[in-house]
């Protein structure tokens, strides 16, 4: 059986496990590592277990924990080229870690196939990932992602289980305090996904067969979760298809349930 848990999803901080029987895997470890091996320990998982730390790109949020957890645990870390050349620029990486180009064909990190898919967004060489557990369930996690591409769509298409990118209402950012440049940076075909493109795509994969959607990296200023949910539960509403029937619905935060598959 595997297990999925969102440990971290939000503009302060992102962390995804992803398990089984023969151990598990990181996607970012974007708080520190001591809140990471908390919180695993808070779901059942020896930190000692993981196999590997995947990282989709070089944002603090997103790798502020990685070199520590990765030293004290010694566990091996991969991203694309990019990310690894972003995250040795901005002195991520030493010495003592152990780093690897993932291929765009995938690799295999205890008893897990992991695949990276391009995602446009502002900075090297960004990633989303599925992931096939040894039982064959297929789970994804697609996050700042400026605009749903054809790339990332086939990719996550079909999947059992998505951590999809619902990270702000449009009229909040507008409106909110935010600096003009960075609502326009949010706002572009490389910043983050609305709670509207969310929403439409969702409704695009869940008539591929995907039944299990976690909404991820909510923005705290512009974005509340309930908001979030709503918009996503109306459209897939709209499409004629019922709550916890055809498919089940959830926000991640901070300290998420696991979910088994």
Do not use: W
Request: hydrophobic share 40%; glycine share 10%; proline share 3%.
């Amino acid at each position: 059986m595997a297990r999925f848990c969102s440990l971290f999803s939000s503009s302060s901080g992102n962390c995804t496990y992803i398990g089984s029987p023969q151990g598990g895997i990181l996607i970012d470890v974007g708080v520190s590592a001591k809140k990471t091996a908390d919180a695993l320990k808070d779901i059942g998982v020896d930190p000692c277990s993981i196999t590997a730390i995947f990282v989709t790109h070089d944002h603090a949020d997103h790798i502020n924990g990685v070199r520590v957890f990765a030293e004290r645990h010694g566990v091996k870390v991969y991203a694309s080229q990019g990310t690894l050349e972003g995250m040795e620029d901005a002195g991520t990486i030493t010495a003592k870690m152990k780093t690897e180009v993932i291929p765009y064909s995938g690799t295999e990190s205890g008893g897990i196939f992991i695949r990276p898919f391009r995602t446009p967004h502002d900075t090297a060489e960004s990633t989303g990932y599925t992931v096939v557990t040894h039982d064959g369930k297929r789970l994804a996690v697609a996050t700042d992602i400026g605009k749903m591409t054809d790339t990332v769509m086939d990719a996550i298409h079909g999947c059992d289980l998505i951590l999809l990118e619902s990270n702000h209402d449009i009229g909040m950012l507008r409106n909110g305090p935010y600096p003009f440049f960075l609502k326009e940076r949010i706002l572009s075909d490389r910043g983050h996904l609305s709670n509207e493109s969310c929403a439409a795509a969702a409704v695009k994969l869940m008539e591929s067969g995907t039944t299990r959607f976690v909404l991820g990296h909510l923005s705290k200023e512009n974005n509340i979760p309930a908001l979030a949910y709503e918009t996503t539960r109306a459209a897939m509403r709209m499409a004629g298809a019922a709550e916890n029937l055809d498919y089940i619905l959830t926000v991640a935060g901070d300290y998420n349930p696991v979910i088994s598959l």
